[in-house]
């Protein structure tokens, strides 16, 4: 497979708590990058970690990246109502997306 | 601003028409690709673009058709062909240099009665 798989399908979570979710890939990769999607809405790249990099950061957002574990972890500090939407994973070239993790967060 | 259009947002098509769904991107990107969403579901690729005159069958490229004359359009036209054409259809580009970030339309939903 040359797309990431996402993991839980779907999160809920209170306003204020942190959401994580996961990635995992199957193949070798260069970079590994996270998107957000709003219901309806075209997706937004949110952070891109290189595969020599083991973490990286960008405002409430912290990506990890194991590659000898071929997975990725996004955690979202803090969460907020705006929060609310499907994020995705994407490794390859090609650029190929799974079904995402949809989070809810609840006010 | 520099950014994608894709356009219409909505369209409605009867069963046996052909529909053309517009990507306009002035980023200068090389890179053009359609995808397809159902509901509750990832993004599957229909066609890939990575220079002008050129293009590539994705995942699920049977019913549709695209073409690239400019660097800036990548049409795509959802055949007759297509049996089940309803869907949620999203553009994106990529430029040739960098770390190989998509940027994307809002979108068009495209519904057959």
């Known amino acids: 497979s040359q797309q990431g798989e996402e993991d839980p399908q779907a999160l809920s979570i209170q306003e204020g708590e942190n959401a994580t979710m996961n990635c995992s890939y199957k193949?070798?990769?260069?970079?590994l990058q996270w998107y957000r999607q709003n219901s309806g809405r075209g997706l937004v790249h949110l952070i891109l970690?290189?595969?020599?990099?083991r973490e990286k950061h960008s405002g409430r957002l912290r990506v990890t990246l194991d590659t000898s574990k071929k997975s990725s972890s996004l955690l979202i500090t803090a969460s907020r109502a705006a929060d609310t939407a499907s994020y995705f994973c994407?490794?390859?070239?090609?650029?190929?997306f799974g079904a995402g993790t949809t989070v809810t967060v609840r006010a | 601003d520099g950014g994608i259009t894709q356009s219409p947002k909505y369209l409605f098509r009867k069963e046996g028409q052909n529909v053309t769904l517009s990507c306009e991107q002035n980023?200068?990107?090389?890179?053009m690709y359609w995808y397809r969403q159902d509901p509750g579901q990832g993004l599957r690729l229909i066609y890939y673009?990575?220079?002008?005159?050129?293009?590539q069958k994705g995942d699920i490229a049977e019913g549709y058709s695209v073409s690239r004359e400019k660097k800036e359009s990548f049409p795509l036209t959802v055949t007759s062909a297509q049996k089940n054409p309803t869907a949620f259809y999203l553009c994106?580009?990529?430029?040739?240099?960098?770390?190989?970030?998509?940027?994307f339309g809002e979108g068009s939903r495209l519904t057959v009665l």
């Open positions: 970690i290189r595969s020599n990099e």
């Open positions: 980023l200068n990107h090389d890179a």
């Open positions: 193949t070798s990769i260069n970079n």
């Open positions: 994407v490794i390859r070239r090609k650029l190929s």
């Open positions: 994106a580009s990529r430029g040739g240099a960098g770390t190989g970030e998509l940027f």
């Open positions: 673009s990575q220079i002008v005159n050129d293009f």
